[in-house]
C-alpha cells in the first residue's frame, strides 16, 4: 500500500469514525482512535504502523499541542500554578508505588524492575485530554489550567526521577548520563522557553508580517512551533511541550486571533487524524494472552492511580469532588513521555522485551479510555450547581 493511499484511508475512516461517535454522543477522539484498532494489526489490518505514519502522527501531535498553546490563557495557568504542582505529585506517587507494589509482591518482579514500571504508568500526557477538554469546552477553565500545568510539572518530574533511576540501577548505554548535566539542560530550556517566548517570538510574528509573500504569518508561526520542538528534544524534554510553549508565547501577542483561524485547519483537516489513527495501530493482540492479568492490573493502577492522585491534589485546594474528578481524569492518559520512559529502562536493562510490550499495551489502552472517563466527569461538573471558572470570570475578579 503506497503512503498516499494510507492517507486517503486514514482521512476517509478517522471523520467517519468521528462523525459515529460524536452521533453516539462520544468526543470524536475516541472515534479516531477505534480506527487505529479496529483498521490495524489488531483487527483488520487495512492500516499498519509505517515511518510515514509515524512522521506524521508526530507532526500531528505537536500542532494539537500547539493549537491548545495558541488557545491558552498565560494568566490563568500562573494562577493556578500551586494546585498544578500538587496534582502533579500525586499523580507520581499514587501510580507509581502502587504499580510497584503489584510487581513486587503480586508478580514477584525484582524491585529495581517494578519502579521502573511504575514510572512508565505516572507519566502523563494531556494531547488526548487536550481535544476532549477543547470539544467540551473547558479549555480555558480552572480544571483545564490545572491539567496543563500538572502535565508540564509531570514531564520534569519524570525526567529528573527516571535519571536518578538509570544513574543507580542502569546499566545499559542509557545510564551514562549524570542526573545534573540532565537537570542543567531541563533548567537550559525553561530559560529559552521564557526568553524566545518574551523577547523574540513577537518580533519575528512582526518581521514576518511585512514580507510581501502569501501567508508569511502563518508560515512564521509553523516555523516558531516546529522550532520550539526542535529546543524542547535537543535540551531533552518532549517536543509537544516546546510546541505548547510556542503557541502560549504568541497567545500573547496581537497574532493570537488570526493565526488560530489559520493553523487549527492545517492541523485538524490533515496532521491531527494520523495521530489518532496511530495510538490505536500500536495495539497488537498477538502473544498477548499470557501477560493478561499482569496487563490488566496495570490499566487498573495506571487509571485510578492518576484519577485518585490528581482528584485528592486538586481537594487539597479546594475545589469541589466534581471539579476534582476532572482534573484527575485529565491526567490519566499516557503518551509519549511514557514511551520515552520504557525506551530508557528497555536500554538500560531495567525491563525485557516482554514487559516492555505490555508496557506499550497498557499505554495505548489507557490512552484510549481516558477520554471516556474525562467526559463523563466533566458532564457530572457541569450539572453542578459549582461551574467551571472561565476566563471572563478571572478577569472579571481582578
Known amino acids: 500500500m503506497t503512503y498516499l493511499v494510507q492517507l486517503v484511508l486514514i482521512l476517509l475512516l478517522t471523520k467517519l469514525g468521528a462523525h459515529v461517535s460524536n452521533r453516539l454522543k462520544f468526543p470524536s477522539v475516541i472515534g479516531e482512535l477505534l ?28 500542532i494539537l499541542m500547539f493549537i491548545a498553546g495558541l488557545e491558552g490563557d498565560l494568566n490563568l495557568l500562573l494562577r493556578y500554578w500551586r494546585p498544578a504542582l500538587t496534582v502533579a505529585t500525586l499523580g507520581v ?52 489550567a490545572i491539567i496543563l500545568g500538572a502535565a508540564v510539572a509531570d514531564d520534569i518530574m519524570c525526567v529528573i526521577l527516571l535519571g536518578i533511576c538509570v544513574g543507580i540501577f542502569g546499566t545499559g548505554a542509557a545510564s551514562n548520563q549524570p542526573l545534573a548535566l540532565m537537570l542543567l539542560t531541563k533548567l537550559l530550556f525553561f530559560g529559552a522557553m521564557f526568553i524566545l517566548g518574551r523577547w523574540f517570538v513577537p518580533r519575528f510574528l512582526q518581521f514576518f508580517s511585512q514580507l510581501t509573500a502569501s501567508e508569511n504569518e502563518t508560515t512564521g508561526a509553523i516555523i516558531l512551533c516546529f522550532g520550539f520542538a526542535a529546543i524542547a528534544v535537543a535540551l531533552g524534554m518532549s517536543d509537544v511541550l516546546g510546541a505548547y510553549f510556542a503557541g502560549l508565547a504568541i497567545s500573547q501577542t496581537n497574532f493570537k486571533d488570526k493565526l488560530a483561524l489559520k493553523i487549527e485547519p492545517i492541523g485538524y483537516a490533515l496532521f491531527i487524524p494520523v495521530f489518532f489513527v496511530s495510538i490505536g495501530l500500536n495495539i497488537s493482540f498477538t502473544g498477548m494472552q499470557h501477560d493478561l492479568p499482569f496487563i490488566g492490573a496495570l490499566i487498573i493502577i495506571a487509571i485510578l492511580g492518576k484519577q485518585i492522585g490528581g482528584a485528592l491534589g486538586a481537594r487539597l485546594f479546594h475545589l469541589d469532588w466534581p471539579a476534582a474528578n476532572v482534573v484527575g481524569a485529565g491526567m490519566i492518559s499516557r503518551g509519549e513521555m511514557a514511551l520515552v520512559v520504557a525506551n530508557v529502562a528497555l536500554g538500560a536493562h531495567l525491563i525485557d522485551q516482554n514487559h516492555y510490550t505490555a508496557m506499550i499495551v497498557v ?9 471516556f472517563v474525562l467526559k463523563l466527569f466533566i458532564q457530572q461538573s457541569v450539572n453542578q450547581p459549582v461551574k467551571s471558572i472561565k476566563i471572563n470570570e478571572v478577569k472579571s475578579n481582578e
Open 93 to 144: 506517587i499514587f501510580p507509581t508505588v502502587g504499580a510497584a507494589a503489584l510487581c513486587i509482591f503480586v508478580f514477584g518482579f525484582h524491585w529495581s524492575t517494578s519502579i521502573f514500571i511504575g514510572l512508565v504508568l505516572s507519566a502523563t500526557s494531556v494531547s488526548i485530554s487536550v481535544q476532549v477538554l477543547k470539544e467540551m469546552g473547558h479549555l480555558n477553565t480552572r480544571e483545564g
Open 35 to 62: 480506527v487505529g484498532v479496529i483498521a490495524g494489526p489488531a483487527i483488520l489490518h487495512l492500516l499498519v504502523p509505517t515511518t510515514f505514519v509515524h512522521y506524521f502522527a508526530e507532526l500531528g501531535v505537536i
Open 363 to 371: 499505554t495505548v489502552v489507557t490512552t484510549i479510555i481516558a477520554p
